[in-house]
């Protein structure tokens, strides 16, 4: 078991069926949900689960916390998406990795992403933050080149 940092493969399908959407107004909603070490969660990973899931502590519950979509954004050849921080306060909690994942009606739920923190990350009655990299061409948590 264990958790591998990856850009989901049924997400790069979708892309290109036009399942996902991006806008920042009037786009899909996307989701973070936090695991422990032993998840298995890899480019294979096809839809949210609640296998291995962080138990429901202070503000975050099962399925995670609604990411805000700060837009997309293009340049040197690079598309990319950018968004906000996502944090959960009031929480004890132990997490290993995440994945981001698309709750819109017509993708029941696809994984987009799965994020590995490199070691377990914790929060004791406290905030845990996630915090996204910057939406540069080279550091975006969404990145697309060719």
Avoid: W
Wanted: with cysteine; aromatic share 8%.
């Amino acid at each position: 078991m264990a958790i591998t940092q990856a850009i989901c493969n049924s997400f790069k399908k979708q892309l290109l069926e036009a399942d996902m959407n991006f806008k920042q107004t009037g786009g899909d909603k996307f989701k973070l949900a936090l695991y422990i070490s032993t998840a298995t969660l890899n480019s294979a990973t096809t839809a949210f689960t609640a296998t291995g899931q962080v138990g429901n502590s202070g503000q975050y519950a099962s399925g995670g916390g609604l990411l805000v979509n700060n837009g997309t954004s293009i340049s040197a050849g690079v598309a990319r998406v950018d968004f906000a921080d996502r944090s959960f306060t009031g929480v004890t909690l132990t997490a290993r990795g995440a994945m981001i994942y698309n709750t819109s009606s017509d993708t029941t739920n696809a994984s987009v992403c799965i994020l590995d923190f490199g070691s377990d990350k914790t929060a004791t009655s406290g905030t845990f933050t996630i915090q996204f990299p910057a939406p540069t061409s080279t550091a975006a948590i969404l990145r697309i080149s060719g």
